[in-house]
T-cell receptor, first 108, second 112 residues
Framework: RKEVEQDPGPFNVPEGATVAFNCTYS??????FFWYRQDCRKEPKLLMS???SGNEDGRFTAQLNRASQYISLLIRDSKLSDSATYLC?????????FGTGTRLTVIP | DAGVTQSPTHLIKTRGQQVTLRCSPKSGHDTVSWYQQALGQGPQFIFQYYEEEERQRGNFPDRFSGHQFPNYSSELNVNALLLGDSALYLC???????????FGSGTRLTVV
């Protein structure tokens, strides 16, 4: 079983739409959770950390549900510049595992 | 403040050869992790180094080995290259897991 599971998409949404990505993890001992953004042929860049209380950064909201081992990312008012692959990451003591990534394309 | 630097940026090798990739972590970071990312896939964890020792290893064969030096820089070695080893190899450094890992721009390896 994979450490982290993500819907690979692709998600094609119009500008201004709200889109949600989900991710599940298998190791209940995972300690830290993240969303990364990866543009085509570039390295992943940290978008935001995910906390149990939920956290928001502008148009982006991340949630963690430890009981269900589930992480989500909500993007409101999508911009063309949001088009990228979004990677869910779960970290243990000595590792950080990623899902396959979800491809988002925002359409004019 | 220099980020994570990797070299070389691109590399072409022949099947059966050996390759060494290099990584310098971000200033202040002491932990280095290596990832393999095939086209259309997420980064796959190879291993993590801290205090010059391998702390954890992902599901990769022994052909993949690494090293960390006293200055925290690291090398990834791959022996007996296979066509399937063609991928983007990413190095990530960290200091505190809470803040996530910082990635280098990667080395694109092509095995022919």
């Amino acid at each position: 079983r994979k450490e982290v599971e993500q819907d690979p998409g692709p998600f094609n949404v119009p500008e201004g739409a709200t889109v949600a990505f989900n991710c599940t993890y298998s190791n209940s001992a995972s300690q830290s959770f993240f969303w990364y953004r990866q543009d085509c042929r570039k390295e992943p860049k940290l978008l935001m950390s995910v906390y149990s209380s939920g956290n928001e950064d502008g148009r982006f909201t991340a949630q963690l549900n430890r009981a269900s081992q589930y992480i989500s990312l909500l993007i409101r008012d999508s911009k063309l510049s949001d088009s990228a692959t979004y990677l869910c990451g779960c970290a243990g003591a000595n590792n950080l595992f990623f899902g396959t990534g979800t491809r988002l394309t925002v359409i004019p | 403040d220099a980020g994570v630097t990797q070299s070389p940026t691109h590399l072409i090798k022949t099947r059966g050869q050996q390759v060494t990739l290099r990584c310098s972590p971000k200033s202040g970071h002491d932990t280095v992790s290596w990832y393999q990312q095939a086209l259309g896939q997420g980064p796959q964890f190879i291993f993590q180094y801290y205090e010059e020792e391998e702390r954890q290893r992902g599901n990769f064969p022994d052909r993949f080995s690494g090293h960390q030096f006293p200055n925290y820089s690291s090398e990834l070695n791959v022996n007996a290259l296979l066509l399937g080893d063609s991928a983007l190899y990413l190095c990530a450094s960290s200091m505190d897991r809470v803040y996530g890992y910082t990635f280098g721009s990667g080395t694109r390896l092509t095995v022919v």
